[in-house]
RNA sequence: GCACCCGUAGCUCAGCUGGAUAGAGCGUUGGCUUGCGGAGCCAAAGGCCACAUGUUCGAAUCAUGUCGGGUGUACCA
């Protein structure tokens, strides 16, 4: 339509426009412009008569129910119930068909437990390639892991006194009690670190080794806690709802490749600085940043550089996605700068997308003190909640955290409230599910088939107006990645059907299988929608 | 200090590529009620869209500044 009338425009005014048509209140139509308004002021005239015009040469193409101008100038187009009915078949534009991402979807280090801002990236890296896929696009998921480093030390080193050289007290350790094992073996080791000289001197050995240990039963025991962590970090990912990485990548695997990459332009890209080398960020707006240390180690930044390049070499991706919080923001500026002076051929491929902090409604919050807020402790609330109201499904508390971390737009932070996710009532992810099923209760019910309406009462009519615009939001959700669009739709359109729920009984009345048509194609749309955002959609509740 | 992000009803958020009376949910108040799952529907109360100036026919939306909150800023990840 938007083609349609730059194209009349351009007939009758000789201007060309981009004109944008967009969902007006139902009230006003099915859709609406305000061009007129635009143009306005270039063509000198009152929008109002350019309006009428337009309007006038809208009606004329015959395809539209009616065009009506109204306010200052804005034009308002109904469609034909047939035109309608028609815009259910329609599905999103694949414009992304011949692209290829990549997407970290999740990268909690092993040795550490899992905290809620790891959950509510992970949902979210997981729900943009979903939206990647709508339009076509080939994505790559991948994790990215922090395998070395001071809190391997840390909690290697608290380990092994637990153990005190016998492994069978390792293996005495119950398969659901190694994640808490972990998470108290890591605070531990932080701890000593602090406190304890002997113990910081061991563990910076250990640090120092944990690319690959001399002593073959540290190994032994690095091995086997790291499985265990990755058993771990597997297991919650699927308990987010969250698809798994095909290709894992580890921080020892990225950093010599990455080294050699600073190493090789040094005095063109990178420079010498207090024997580090470092990227001279301040030359082009950002800050100087570290990517070899003095001691020649690979920091962060080197091992993302070389993690581009594994990833380009397994995938060769024209987009490379990585969701982090919002404070690394900066940093990643800095690393995706690094990369395009010194890797070329990766130029536009990386895209970090910053995200907010969860935070909770009791003002308790993500912190790096000893108030750990984990994933365990998250979902053992939900489930605490989801019991006093009955029982307790895990498809229900998967669309309580997705949704409510999704419905939020990308990047403000999250306050959580774990009865308000929960709720079935407003605007939440178990409604949706409820939603959904009732419609389906209906389906089952009903003997008879659905049938495509000729053409619609007002109620229906509304309702059907509501689902074309599915595809539109889908399109639109993807094109930006931002999820919530989508859930905002869902809501409204739920929200529509009750509407028409209420005065247009279904099973029984004359236009049964009209409106059972209608019917499930609200169901399906839901579903269509809630799976998208990684929500399951059973049939009953 | 500098840079970036944020500031919309009591609370949690949409709306931000400028346009029609600023919308939802929760909470509050009132109504519908033998119902295809009422976990809903209808209605009311509640907003100088942080503040100021500017651009514009038109600003919650753009620009500049002020105030308030958050984050980052060299060998952690």
Known sequence: MDTKISDIIARLFDVTVDVKVTRPDPQFGDYATNVALQLAKPLGKNPREIAETLATAL????EYAAVSVAGPGFINVTLADTALLAALAARPVQARLNESAVIEVYNPNPFKDLHIGHAY?????????????QRGATTHRVSYHGDVGLHVGKSLWAILQFIDGDVAKL?????????AFMSRMYVEGARAYKDDETAKEAIERLTKQSYGFEDAFEQQVYDVCKAWSFDYITATV????????????LESEADTLGVETVKQHVGSVFEESDGAIVFPGEQYGLFTNVFVSSRGTGLYAARDLGLMQLKQRDFSPQKSYIVTGDEQRAYFNVVIKAAELSLPELKDVTVNIPTGTV?????????????????????????EAASERGDVQEAVIIAALRYAFLKVRIGSDIIFDVNE????????GPYLQYAHARARTILAKSKQTGMQPADLDAAE????????????????????????????????????????YEQSRVIGDAREAQRLFIVERYAD???????VLGIPTPDQL
């Open 59 to 62: 009606r004329e193409t015959g």
């Open 121 to 133: 990236n992970c949902i979210t890296a997981d729900t943009l390639a979903n939206l990647l896929e």
């Open 171 to 179: 293996d005495a350790i119950p398969e659901n009690e190694r994640a």
């Open 238 to 249: 699927a308990r987010l709802g969250s698809k798994p990485a095909e290709r894992r990548y």
């Open 359 to 383: 935070k909770l409604s009791t003002g308790k919050m993500s912190s790096r003190t000893g108030d750990v807020l984990n994933i365990e402790w998250l979902f053992e609330r939900l489930h």
């Open 421 to 428: 996710a929960l709720s079935i009532e407003g605007n939440s």
């Open 461 to 500: 009519r509304t309702l059907v107006s509501k689902l074309g615009e599915y595809h539109e939001v889908i399109q639109a959700a993807s094109e930006q990645l931002l999820p919530h669009l989508l859930c905002t739709y869902l809501y409204e359109l739920s929200q529509t059907f009750n509407r028409f």
């Open 525 to 531: 749309t839901l579903r269509d929608g809630l799976t």
